[in-house]
């Protein structure tokens, strides 16, 4: 092109005096890497404010610090064991409230599972047996269980069981949903069904584990 | 939400609420509205741990539920709600100014809780208070209801939303969530409540249970028990209103700053202005450009009752007002004397411009000050006529005009002479954008704040060891205080803490008393950003 004064010279596309530098060649190096963490200010802040109303917040805001950390609210995360036991240890402890919101307000979801978790699927039954809507669904559960023995087919049955209770728990998200109980079932049985699951599945399961995990057959070797 | 925002949330957060809590909030406010199980699935906590996390989260105000359809409930952050607990201790402090002890106390419970019933409010500031008071003295129900009746009225404290109460006409399943509704009129509508009964004592309740006629007594021990007179009719404070005060505040002292320096009398326009605040108080919604018009009778009648300028003089002022180039006072119409606002929207423009000009001139020096407010006044400037205009010799402008433009305080514009817009053949303007350098400096001082905290808890870290054993040897002291030891054994357990380690934790102290009265300090920044970008957003 007619514009290039010749090769590798830099030709600018504008007017360089109106940015500032002479036709010259005192152009200022190029930056390589980010700016410096802390540079150094030409110039030093200001002083803070200082009076009654600023000294008055700002004890406010150090007592607040303190004072969140003792709140309810303050959840604290379960720290590792302190390796020396300390003696201020007994006096430094903090007695806190409990608190409890206000669940009209609340979506359901938010309340604890009254039951606990580890409850036994037999306990399960037990409950179900409690309501009248389920005891149709135990009772199927059961008949279920008792055309699969039959079959005796280990893998293919845990598989259908699955499905059968991923499918009864559908349902039973649909038809109980207005009751509270049910609404912390549901998230109970979801848990609940997987333990169900395993207790069936060693009793099913081939060969390998099956003297090993049952309880009857403790005594003897197997070979 | 930018980057700087949520690295500050995370730490209020945390420092408020606890590492949970502040795992929860800020996933919630990177991943916006999500429901529970993909809250728990995502941040690998356990579901029991994220609902307790939730429940904090909503009693404070901090996220908001929604049912959407198929039944699902989700959950949505309010980020800007979490920043405003760095000015909680300003506004417990304006509580304090406008109604005393008891204003403060009702305001720091409401908003260390969130939300509470008004009788759990004044049981528990009544409490509080007795504890400051004299032995035998004790602070009374009434008087802790009166204080909150006057909040109330004045708008600082309102009711929250409620769940309707509907009769169970439909046999349906209750919906997932209740749905919260509050009407304008009710907001600020105080219960009927006879709340009777004084502040308790922790320690001298039997006192307090004699003086008390019999009727009265079982009340306090049974309160558990008895239903609360109003129960589920939940208080918060409202911030809207205590921002709409500290703008107030603002413009109040720019005008005297401005104008009563000059005057003999001391601070006669900005009371005048501050009276005209107090009359649009609750009148005027907190957004509006301009207050409503106010004749000058009605100022005239309204100034406060110390106050001898005569009318003649109340009018001088008012014109002087409205005259003045910072237009912060205008002249409506002429009925009733003249009918007066107050531009709020260009008042808050004006803070805000000030604010620039200041950060400018602490940060690049008096001259490009001079520049910047050139180029303020005459909005778009040619490289010539900045030199020209502000007598700055040329090399020297050209560097403060680029400083100032890389650092996004000025910013240029091109006007073309031809379509192709041949850089030796356009117009290079230098000019500032108001809003977008607020913007710009906003997002600055988030950063600024992050930074002072993060610099605060490295700095208690480091010394954490020393003040464990400083917090040890107290309670020690203060154990052995109680079981009577003698002043010499006090002695010696106070030289645990050699000296040089008195005065490590004095520069300790010293250090984080000066970081914490510079958050302080830059959040009134933010406040006078933050209101001048949302009264020009409202008003677009």
Redesign the interface.
């Known amino acids: 092109m007619a514009g290039n004064k010749g090769r590798g010279r830099a030709a600018y596309?504008?007017?360089i005096e109106?940015?500032?530098f002479s036709r010259g060649e005192k152009l200022p190096d190029v930056v390589l890497k980010p700016p410096p963490l802390f540079p150094d200010?030409?110039?030093k802040?200001?002083p803070?404010?200082t009076g009654e109303?600023?000294d008055?917040?700002?004890a406010?805001?150090?007592e607040?610090?303190e004072?969140?950390k003792r709140?309810p609210?303050?959840?604290?995360?379960p720290e590792e064991k302190q390796d020396i036991e300390?003696?201020?240890k007994r006096?430094?402890k903090v007695y806190k409230e409990e608190w409890i919101?206000?669940w009209?307000?609340?979506?359901?979801?938010?309340m604890?599972r009254k039951k606990c978790k580890k409850a036994g699927p037999k306990s399960e039954k037990a409950k179900d047996t409690s309501k009248g809507v389920s005891l149709t669904n135990t009772a199927d559960v059961l008949k279920k269980i008792e055309e699969l023995e039959k079959r005796g087919d280990g893998e293919k049955s845990d598989e259908e069981n699955e499905e059968k209770e991923g499918g009864k728990e559908k349902s039973k998200e649909g038809d109980e949903?207005?009751d509270d109980d049910a609404a912390e079932q549901e998230?109970y049985d979801e848990e609940e069904q997987e333990e169900e699951n395993d207790y069936i599945n060693s009793y099913f399961e081939d060969g390998d584990d099956f003297g090993a995990d049952s309880d009857d057959n403790m005594d003897e070797a197997t070979y | 939400m930018t980057q700087a925002e949520i690295k500050l949330c995370s730490l209020l957060l945390q420092e408020h609420f606890g590492e949970i809590v502040e795992k929860i909030g800020v996933h919630l406010i990177r991943t916006g509205s999500q429901p529970l199980r993909v809250i728990a699935h995502d941040t690998g906590t356990s579901l029991d741990q994220v609902k307790k996390a939730l429940c904090v989260l909503i009693q404070h105000n901090l996220v908001m539920y929604q049912v959407h359809k198929r039944g699902v409930v989700e959950y949505e952050a309010q980020c800007s709600r979490v920043l405003r607990m760095l000015r909680y201790p300003r506004y417990i402090y304006t509580a304090k100014t406008l109604y005393s002890d008891t204003g403060e106390l009702i305001v720091e419970e409401l908003l260390l809780n969130g939300k509470m019933t008004m009788s759990a409010v004044v049981k528990k500031v009544a409490d509080r208070l007795t504890e400051t008071m004299e032995d035998g003295k004790t602070m009374d129900y009434a008087e802790v209801s009166n204080t909150f009746v006057r909040l109330a009225d004045t708008h600082f404290v309102q009711r929250c939303p409620w769940v309707p109460a509907t009769e169970n006409s439909d046999p349906g399943p209750p919906p997932p969530a209740p749905i919260l509704v509050i009407s304008e009129k009710d907001m600020y509508l105080v219960p009927k409540l006879s709340l009777i009964g004084k502040g308790k004592r922790r320690r001298s309740s039997d006192e307090d249970a004699a003086g008390e006629p019999k009727a009265k007594r079982p009340k306090h021990s049974t309160d558990n028990k008895e239903p609360i007179p109003d129960d589920g009719i939940y208080w918060q404070a409202n911030l809207d209103r205590f921002h709409q005060h500290f703008r107030d505040q603002a413009i109040v002292s720019a005008v005297a700053n401005r104008m009563d320096q000059f005057t003999f009398q001391t601070q006669t326009s900005s009371e005048i202005v501050r009276t005209m605040l107090r009359m649009s108080e609750i009148t005027t919604p907190s957004a509006a450009p301009f207050t409503q018009p106010l004749s000058s009778n009605e100022i005239f009648r309204s100034l406060p009752v110390g106050y001898n300028i005569s009318k003649q003089v109340l009018d001088q002022y008012l014109t002087l007002l409205a005259d003045d180039p910072l237009e912060f006072v205008g002249k409506s119409g002429d009925s009733g004397g003249g009918m007066y606002v107050i531009n709020l929207h260009k008042a808050l423009g004006s803070l805000a411009t000030a604010t620039l000009e200041s950060v400018v001139q602490e940060r690049f020096g008096s001259r490009c000050a001079r520049i910047f407010r050139l180029v303020l006044q005459k909005k778009h400037l040619e490289q010539k006529q900045v030199e020209d205009f502000a007598m700055i010799p040329a090399k020297e402008a050209k560097d403060m005009l680029y400083k100032m433009l890389s650092g996004n305080f000025i910013s240029l514009q091109e006007i073309p002479k031809t379509p192709d817009h041949a850089p030796s053949r356009t117009f290079y303007l230098y000019t500032v954008n108001i809003l977008s350098a607020a913007r710009m400096l906003l997002h600055r001082c988030y950063k600024s704040i992050a930074n002072l905290i993060e610099r605060r808890q490295f700095e208690t870290k480091e010394n954490k060891r020393l003040l464990e054993k400083s917090q040890r040897v107290e309670a020690i002291i203060a154990s052995m205080q109680a079981t009577g030891a003698e002043e010499a054994q006090l002695q010696e357990i106070e030289e645990m803490i050699t000296a040089p380690e008195r005065q490590q934790l004095e520069t300790l102290k010293r250090n984080v008393n000066k970081l914490d009265a510079s958050e302080i300090q830059v959040d009134e920044t933010i406040f006078l950003l933050e209101s001048y970008i949302e009264s020009t957003m409202k008003r677009q």
Request: glycine share 4%; hydrophobic share 30%.
């Open positions: 596309t504008f007017n109106a940015v500032g200010t030409d110039y802040p200001v803070l404010k109303g600023e008055y917040m700002l406010l805001k150090q607040l610090r004072t969140m709140m609210y303050y959840i604290e995360t300390r003696y201020s006096y430094m919101p206000d009209r307000r609340l979506p359901r979801e938010m604890p949903e207005d998230e």
